[in-house]
């Protein structure tokens, strides 16, 4: 039985099968855009074909407004097709704009991310509500609350779901909730149909047979479309002519809404609450975490300078009449967000791609550099003559800076402009000493050749171990050793209340060497600041800064957008490599096997019990691991050189082509900036974030020279004791983003009009609800004493955005690319033996012989590929490789590469079906 009509459930024993239409559309991975965007024309061409022929047709893109900007951008006349597209209903779109890595970016992005995607979907004439997530590595607990926000009620998602479930209630930390589609057997489970259209039923029939159990009674989705797929198809209309569907089967064209709305009402749903990041069933590479660390760096500098910085000090100086340049910060945005694709920030494509982020994060720092000047020089134009500490975060506390050659100390309240406490003069020391000892009233401190120890205990070991995994998934192996000092320390400079001590420490051996030249700054504060100048080469290894707490707590508590998590410092729910045949065919994808201990994080990861609570902090880490003797590590620096790699021991099946990659081996200087906090037990949460805000946002110091001719000296603008995660001016209006990580209700100080983020009024809020994200509508007038026509004074400014990554210097190794050349020749004497059995095969042999000719030729194309792009950033002088520009060569191998890539998922689920 088939139909093209949305149905209600029939009620009887038949099985209802929704067919969904779709591509997921992998812009930047085996190629740049440009190569993918060239594809894109076709697709819609195809769209328009298909809907004149079957009019209940429907097809969504991805979900990601992004790929038909690249059409656009590339082809404008392609416009009023796909208006046209939308506006009969065959053509979805959003409500993301790109499909950013959750874990990765930072919650102000993601909630860009979805504005963005609504508005953009929106002009087109889309109303998306429901979001498409269903290859991202895992999801972060607040996503269910951030999609509530801009209307968006169900999702599908495949990666992190933690249980079978097909249909689950997700539940954010605040109490929202959204329905949720667990694609536990893919999203491609259905695709090519019409390629092979003898055995279109006998697929139809095997996948619904094998979902059949686990469904109870639900519709059961099966899903037309796969990764950069642009030849879509219909499968319903297929169905119908065909005929022969077994009469307990109902075949019904869907969508996403539409299959949403027919699972609605069938019975209750279990609740799934906070972070989807299991890999038991469809891998969330956690490795990629710690692949190409200095990306992660580059992403975090560019974001914290364009949004916690730039953003706001333009939205103050705007009230004092300056121009506030709306447009580059949403251009920004939008580059940051392409940056942040989970393909693209996860470090999992080729070096092309990376090379392309690395020259955007440069530009961009450099550009919001440039506006934070401007901004301040506005903003303290009719100051007096001074020093002074401009706060961009809310949640504020005493602290020491160094600027230049002095030590500040400053004490600013809220977001705003406080004169300092009082300036010391730093004394160059360059002492070598073979012991240094500090304390203050939080801890006691010791330096030797030994390392840096606190309370008696190591902290920022640089631990060297070998890593034989790829760019998604970490195989850890035996600790090789760590960096060791060859030399006693060395006190750098020093004041009253300060000192800068160094240490120079090295790893050589088993073909890696890693230096680290490691500053530990103590001041008479809690946070012990350590800068680590890490440089390395080699591969298959990786580097983690360790930190002995002493805290046996069981759990972590770990920063991540919008919340404070608890985790378990292992996960070892997972399924053992060989399972059920059953069970192996619905899971036909990849997943970690045997253990997880490598997690995300943002801004911290602490361990707590009642008698203390340590801190490891770090700006622009994104992975860590701990342990229950409480042992905190954060990963530096993870050094391999393929995309992906077979038979990994903590991975069950293939995640991506397999192309070198040297870029991932990052031999390449990076300063990774550290913490380490020593903190009481009954350290509240807020004060978590409160000392995590005093490392990662500290002020901007402006001495304000003598020319001055203002009076001003403080400027107060916004005081709450919560973190602030943005700023957004809306017209007139400056909207501040807050959010409260904490279980418990946090009163204002100020009652405050709030609006949603979309814009609306929402009236007058005196209080932030537990674990809740609100906007605020923070009046900021100018003035009374505003600047007059005067000349701005001279001003020097500290703690500027600066890049701290120095550049690559990995290149193709000769011996490998001379392998991979062995490998195409062996491959081409595999191609002609099984091309001489198919000639002679029948029955469900060609089937499996076509298959493996597919293994073959799909594996040949990667190789030409990886070679061909190997070639060129051997022969490149500079970061760029390959142009922007299409090269004609390297189209050549890229379709031939999707072609084949395509064709053999389309056998692997022949091959299944037999």
Not at 227 to 237: G, I, K, R, T, Y
Request: with cysteine; glycine share 8%; charged share 25%.
């Amino acid at each position: 039985m088939t139909t093209t009509d949305p149905v209600e459930p029939s009620g009887t024993a038949s099985t209802a099968v929704h067919i969904i239409n779709h591509t997921h559309w992998d812009r930047e991975w085996f190629l740049t855009h440009e190569y993918t965007t060239a594809w894109i024309p076709d697709l819609i061409d195809e769209l328009v074909e298909l809907a004149a022929r079957n009019e209940s047709f429907e097809y969504l893109f991805d979900g990601q407004t992004l790929v038909i900007e690249d059409l656009l951008t590339a082809r404008p006349e392609y416009r009023e097709r796909v208006e046209r597209l939308i506006a009969r209903g065959t053509l979805g779109i959003g409500p993301v704009y790109s499909q950013a890595d959750w874990r990765t970016a930072g919650g102000q992005l993601h909630l860009r991310n979805l504005t963005y995607g609504i508005a953009d979907a929106t002009a087109l004439g889309a109303v998306p509500t429901v979001a498409w997530l269903v290859d991202l590595f895992g999801h972060i607990s607040q996503a269910p609350q951030l999609l509530s926000m801009v209307g968006v009620n169900a999702a599908y998602v495949w990666r992190g779901v933690p249980a079978m479930h097909p249909v689950f209630d997700w539940e954010a930390p605040d109490g929202s909730r959204i329905l949720t589609v667990d694609l536990f057997g893919g999203y491609r489970n259905l695709y090519g149909i019409t390629k092979t259209p003898d055995i279109a039923v006998r697929r139809l029939v095997a996948e619904t047979r094998k979902l059949e159990p686990h469904y109870d009674g639900r519709p059961i989705p099966l899903f037309d479309g796969y990764d950069l797929d642009n030849e879509p198809e219909d499968p319903v209309l297929h169905y119908a002519a065909d005929g022969t569907i077994p009469t307990d089967i109902e075949v019904h064209a869907s969508s996403p809404r539409r299959y949403v709305d027919a699972v609605s009402t069938h019975g209750e749903r279990p609740v799934v609450a906070g972070e989807l990041l299991s890999g038991k069933y469809g891998s969330t590479f956690p490795g990629s975490l710690s692949t190409r660390t200095y990306l992660k760096v580059l992403h975090h500098d560019a974001e914290q300078a364009v949004l916690r910085r730039a953003e706001l000090l333009s939205a103050l100086a705007a009230a004092l009449g300056r121009h506030h340049p709306s447009e580059w910060f949403e251009q920004t945005s939008r580059e940051l967000l392409r940056n942040a694709v989970h393909d693209c920030i996860c470090g999992v494509s080729i070096d092309q791609v990376h090379e392309r982020m690395e020259r955007s994060y440069r530009r961009i720092i450099r550009e919001a550099t440039s506006e934070i000047r401007g901004a301040l020089g506005t903003v303290l134009a009719d100051f007096r003559s001074g020093t002074y500490a401009v706060s961009t975060t809310a949640l504020t506390s005493p602290g020491t800076q160094r600027v230049g050659d002095m030590l500040v100390r400053h004490s600013p309240v809220g977001v705003g402009v406080w004169p300092i406490d009082e300036s010391l003069a730093v004394r160059q020391v360059d002492e070598q000493v073979e012991r240094f000892v500090w304390s203050n009233a939080h801890f006691s401190a010791e330096i030797d050749r030994d390392g840096i120890h606190v309370d008696g205990r190591p902290i920022a070991r640089i631990l060297v171990r070998r890593d034989n995994g790829d760019s998604y998934s970490s195989e850890p192996g035996a600790v090789l050793g760590v960096c060791s000092a060859s030399a006693d320390p060395v006190i750098e400079s020093r004041t009253e209340i300060d000192a800068v001590v160094r240490i120079d420490a090295t790893f050589a051996g088993d073909g890696v060497m890693a230096h680290a030249a490691v500053r530990a700054r103590f001041d008479d504060g809690p946070v012990v600041h350590l800068t680590v100048d890490l440089d390395s080469e080699g591969t298959d290894f990786r580097v983690d800064a360790e930190f002995d707490t002493g805290v046996r707590a069981p759990t972590a508590l770990v920063a991540m957008p919008f919340d404070l998590v608890e985790r378990p410092h292992t996960d070892t729910d997972l399924l053992p490599p060989e399972v059920d045949p059953a069970l192996a065919a619905v899971l036909m994808g990849q997943r970690e096997v045997v253990r997880v201990d490598e997690f995300p994080v943002h801004d911290f990861v602490a361990l707590r019990d009642s008698g203390a609570a340590r801190m490891a902090l770090g700006r622009g880490i994104r992975s860590y691991t701990s342990d229950a003797s409480g042992v905190l590590s954060l990963a530096l620096r993870r050094s391999v050189e393929w995309i992906a790699r077979e038979a990994l021991t903590f991975r069950h099946g293939d995640a991506g082509p397999a192309m070198y990659v040297p870029g991932a081996r990052c031999e390449r200087t990076v300063r990774h900036e550290l913490g380490f906090a020593v903190l009481d037990g009954s350290t509240a949460t807020t004060d978590l974030f409160r000392v995590s805000e005093g490392f990662h946002q500290p002020p901007l110091i402006v001495e304000v020279g003598t020319d001055a001719h203002g009076s001003r000296t403080s400027w107060s603008v916004f005081t709450e004791d919560l973190p602030v995660s943005g700023v957004e001016r809306a017209g007139e209006v400056t909207v501040i983003r807050v959010f409260n990580a904490d279980g418990a209700p946090a009163p204002l100080r100020e009652s405050w009009e709030q609006r949603s983020v979309l814009g609306e009024h929402l009236g007058r809020v005196d209080s932030v609800g537990p674990k809740a994200i609100v906007d605020l509508a923070v009046p900021i007038d100018a003035p009374t004493d505003a600047p007059s026509n005067s000349p701005p004074p001279e001003m020097t400014m500290h703690g500027l955005p600066e890049v701290r990554v120095g550049h690559n210097r990995s290149r193709p190794d000769d011996r490998i690319m001379a392998e991979l050349e062995a490998r195409r020749a062996q491959l081409a004497d595999e191609r002609a033996d099984v091309e001489h059995r198919l000639a002679k095969a029948s029955g469900d042999d060609r089937y499996r012989l076509t298959h493996r000719q597919l293994v073959i030729e799909r594996e040949r194309a990667e190789l030409a590929l990886s070679l061909e792009l190997n070639r060129r950033l051997a022969s490149s002088t500079d970061v760029v490789s390959i142009p922007d520009e299409i090269d004609d060569v390297i189209a050549a191998l890229g379709r031939e590469l999707n072609t084949l890539r395509v064709d053999r998922r389309i056998y692997d689920y022949v091959v299944q079906s037999l």
